[in-house]
């Protein structure tokens, strides 16, 4: 199997603060990670690729300043929303693929629900 | 870039009906076709794909059709059942490798 996980599965935030949430892929090395963003009762909005050691390459309109997106190693990246508001608050979810260079099944996270007060 | 268009967004049906949702791209490069269903608050999952060199693959009670030409594809769930009910969204991806997903179809089917 291909197991995605994220941490955590939900905070709460004071306005202005930042937030960090992890995608980690459990039994599978991913060059290549996916980080989407779902408002009730919408699709899934891709915001951003991540590559392993390289930048990530963000849709168009989201702020690379305010979404920072860290791929350290071949099995974590980490999404950092900076100051947040609450028009920030949402359900984050990353996604990670097995094969690099084609396109394949993708294997989603859990999701995290950010809830900025 | 990939423009997916997806309908009906949303599908009431009686259990045991058909329901078939339909999905449009307009790369003609895409050549991945991705079906998942999202209950709420959960992840996304994979429940059937096709690749563009086939027309037609099946799963049980679910299946999906391809018309490259005229670029749709469309989810035929049979047989329907109440935990059927969920968002599904249908997705295209070629090229980049980076998938377009559909805005989503919301099914509920009544016992």
């Known amino acids: 199997g291909a197991v995605v996980s994220q941490h955590p599965s939900w905070v709460i935030c004071k306005s202005g603060t930042s937030v960090k949430i992890e995608c980690r892929s459990l039994?599978?090395?991913?060059?290549?990670m996916f980080w989407y963003r779902q408002f009730p009762k919408q699709s899934l909005m891709l915001m951003a690729t991540?590559?392993?050691?390289?930048?990530?390459?963000?849709e168009q309109g989201v702020e690379k300043d305010k979404f920072l997106i860290n791929h350290a190693s071949l099995t974590l990246s980490t999404l950092t929303v900076t100051s947040a508001h609450p028009e920030d608050s949402s359900f984050y979810i990353c996604?990670?693929?097995?094969?690099?260079?084609?396109?394949?099944?993708?294997?989603f996270g859990p999701g995290t629900r950010l809830t900025v007060l | 870039g990939e423009n997916v268009e997806q309908h009906p967004s949303t599908l009431s049906v009686q259990e045991g009906d058909s329901a078939v949702i339909k999905c449009t791209y307009s790369?003609?490069?895409?050549?991945?076709f991705p079906w998942y269903k999202q209950e709420l608050g959960k992840r996304p999952q994979l429940i059937i794909d096709?690749?563009?060199?086939?027309g037609e693959k099946k799963d049980q009670r679910i299946a999906v059709t391809l018309n490259k030409t005229a670029k749709h594809f469309s989810l035929h769930i049979t047989e329907t059942q109440p935990e059927d009910s969920a968002v599904y969204f249908c997705?295209?991806?070629?090229?980049?490798?980076?998938?377009?997903f559909g805005r989503g179809t919301s099914l509920i089917v009544h016992p």
């Open positions: 996604s990670a693929s097995k094969i690099a260079g084609e396109m394949n099944e993708q294997f």
């Open positions: 039994d599978f090395q991913a060059t290549t």
């Open positions: 991540s590559n392993e050691g390289s930048k990530a390459t963000y």
């Open positions: 790369d003609s490069a895409s050549n991945y």
């Open positions: 096709i690749r563009s060199n086939v």
């Open positions: 997705a295209a991806a070629g090229g980049s490798y980076i998938p377009t």
